[in-house]
């Protein structure tokens, strides 16, 4: 009796989900007279014109553009970001000026991007950075406080520094004893940074908004979904089928590196 | 033996990139931010004049500020109260060793990885086409009007969308919370007799302190700044009933063209976070022993 409570319990959570998920899917396989007319009914006639038309209107360049930007971005995070991070660990307890570092780069973490919002779109459009480069610039940038803040944590608990004196020892100065000893060791934290910022740029909207929407070629997937919907107020289908892009991308990925993603974003967020 | 330049500055030669980009794309719009929210700039064009702390006490006298505060605080209470009960719920019932479990929690979790605005773009239709068709099927008087179209109903409909994303994550944290638990400590509790609600009280519950301590600032800080998902389902209306603090910024300064004011309000914003994350690291460190 117990479990049944509890199964039907977790069942209605589940539909809960499902079901919108299920209606996009549906819905961009439907002519749009069928949507308006019969929402929640079975795909009759079933069609793919939808999806005909997102890709006439250049999906696979949006998704070209968010997969360009999103790599890039994730690259360069996992290449600036923990070298820092080592620098400080291994230099804040003797030298005050590193603690001071610290503190300006994690700041970050307190302030909503509303405060910058207005005065970061008029500095990029002054630098002719309202670009894709541009955009990479600032993911990097506002990746930094919580992924060094992890990344400096992850060092002082597991990576010893007797490490570090012992690649002296052998002769490697500071560049090599970092990506030669360090960068390997640590492996772990860099999926778990990777992971963190693929899906918030991935999914990230009002950056691209403010800095790409200008011009359409330069749009990602959810800045192109966005003015889609827009631009077909009448006639949706094709939005729907947009969407579905968008979902299964995501849906691979997560099926995929499923345990690595929920053990990564949860414990992301909470340390 | 005399140590060379690198073995001395390698420090600051690793930093050096992270201190330049911090310092021209955060720190210094962080202090124009300040500045601007001291003038009457309005976006358009370059010149503006020093008006001091005016933008800050004109809000008081805003409308649109004011109903924005209200709509933000029951957004907020809504998540808060939202995220812990439902994803303490779904977690207690997920903890337990059953068929399915694997489908339950990558089922549960989806949803945190969808773009919030792909998800309210999504529920927008919904609202729009979706949900009048049921009214209208069971005659069900206020399901026939898109929910989102009235300005009493709009607040509940866009909680319940963030809602949907939003308890995604708290489920997993109460679920490593509570699989954090000693197994020794309960099976004591199980031959000493306590009832299940007792187990929870006085076992459980005290060890889920910091998850829902960690749930509670998430969803504080998603319900102040929350964006993506409002712009994509309302913008902010009906009659500004949706405009979040973080919306408001936005269309203060891009919609309003009133970049001076629109600043004055997110250092408003900031002021709030900073505030309440300095109460809650006071409470929080005096559960955490």
Known sequence: ?271 | MKKSFLSRHWGYLFLIIPIVLQTVFFLTPLIQGFFLSLTNYTGLTQNYDLVGFSNYTAVFSDSRFISSIRFTTLFTIVMIVGQITIGLGVGLLLNEKMPGRGFFRTTYFFPAVLSTVTVGLIFSQIFNYGIPQIGELFNIEFLQTNLLASASTAPWAVSFVALWQGVAMPIIIFLAGLQSIPTEILEAAKIDGATEVQTFFNIKLPYLLPSISIVFILALKSGLTAFDNIFALTGGGPQNSTTSLGLLVYNTAFTFNQAGYANAIAMILFLIIIIISIVQLHISSRFEV
């Open chain 1, 1 to 271: 009796m117990k479990r049944v409570i509890k199964y039907s319990l977790l069942s209605t959570g589940i539909a809960f989900i499902i079901i919108p998920l299920y209606l996009t899917f549906a819905s961009s396989v439907k002519e749009t007279s069928q949507i308006t007319g019969n929402f929640f009914g079975i795909p009759n006639p079933f069609t793919w014109d939808n999806f005909q038309r997102v890709f006439a209107d250049g999906v696979w360049t949006y998704f070209w553009n968010s997969t360009v930007i999103t790599i890039l971005s994730a690259i360069l995070i996992v290449l600036v970001v923990p070298m820092g991070a080592f620098a400080l660990v291994r230099n804040m307890t003797k030298n005050k000026s590193f603690k001071m570092i610290y503190f300006l780069l994690i700041i970050g973490i307190f302030v909503p991007f509303q405060v910058i919002m207005l005065p970061i779109t008029r500095l990029m459009s002054d630098f002719n950075l309202l670009t894709i480069p541009g955009l990479i610039i600032l993911y990097l940038t506002f990746s930094i406080p919580q992924s060094l803040f992890l990344y400096t944590g992850y060092i002082r608990a597991v990576v010893p520094i007797e490490l570090d004196e012992a690649a002296t020892i052998d002769g490697c100065n500071a560049f090599q004893t970092y990506f030669k000893v360090i960068f390997p060791v640590l492996k772990p934290m860099h999926a778990t940074v990777l992971i963190i910022n693929i899906l918030w740029i991935w999914n990230d909207f009002l950056l691209p908004l403010l800095i790409l929407n200008r011009r359409s070629s330069n749009w990602t997937l959810p800045l192109f979904q966005y003015n889609y919907q827009g631009q077909y107020f009448n006639d949706f289908g094709p939005s729907f089928a947009s969407y579905v892009i968008g979902i299964v991308s995501i849906l691979v990925v997560y099926l995929i590196f499923q345990k690595n993603i929920i053990s990564g974003m949860t414990s992301g967020t909470v340390k």
